[in-house]
């Protein structure tokens, strides 16, 4: 059994040892040596205050920002997670009018279609972005509730407007806490 036992016992924490220690040490320092803002959690700080997280999103409700997606976790990065709802479920269809409801609240003169990711839940629950439409259909709620011309609030969310990943992957998108955090330094 000893024979058995002592060469089980050296491979088990020389094995601990390389994917314990050594793996996870040699990931992090490569990590932060070639991408330190996003091994650090790719937190946007202005003037040494950090407002979040690029890639992670955060509730907005007052009318003078832009709003981002629901969140099936409510914006709980630790439990990340869709709804999970199908069509059918009422539950969804329920989330789904009740910020239905809220958008036509804050802006009942708005009669442009309303985007779907505004009343949806991303897969994560997180998504940080929306897309072009979600965007320019709030720009006359955050415009007049700034008092600023709609070209005004155009002009930075086509300046905070990302083009598809590397030329071809996913569609045009906006960064909600970097378009509202444009717009308080607007004013």
């Known amino acids: 059994m000893n024979a058995q036992l002592r060469p089980a016992l050296t491979i088990f924490a020389l094995l601990t040892l390389i994917t314990g220690v050594i793996y996870p040490l040699a990931v992090t320092g490569i990590a932060q040596l070639v991408f330190p803002h996003q091994a650090n959690g790719s937190l946007v700080t202005i003037s040494g205050k950090t407002y979040g997280s690029e890639f992670i ?3 907005f409700d007052d009318p003078k920002y832009f709003w981002g997606r629901l969140s099936a976790v409510n914006y ?44 949806t839940a991303s897969g994560s629950g997180l998504d940080p972005h929306i897309s072009v439409a ?36 996913g569609e045009p998108r906006v960064n909600v806490l970097l378009l509202n955090l444009a717009l308080d330094g607007s004013k």
């Not at 955050?142 to 609030?153: C, F, H, M, N, P």
């Open 57 to 59: 999103g955060q509730q």
């Open 76 to 119: 709980d990065s630790s439990t990340s997670s869709g709804s999970n709802y199908g069509p059918m479920n009422p539950a969804l269809i329920e989330a789904v009018q009740a910020r239905i409801d809220a958008l036509k609240a804050a802006d009942p003169d708005n009669t442009l279609p309303i985007p779907v990711d505004l009343v």
């Open 134 to 169: 979600a965007a320019l259909y709030q720009v006359a709620r955050v415009a007049s509730s700034r008092g600023l011309s709609e070209a005004d609030v155009i002009a930075l969310v086509n300046q905070h407007t990302q083009g598809r990943q590397f030329g071809v992957l």
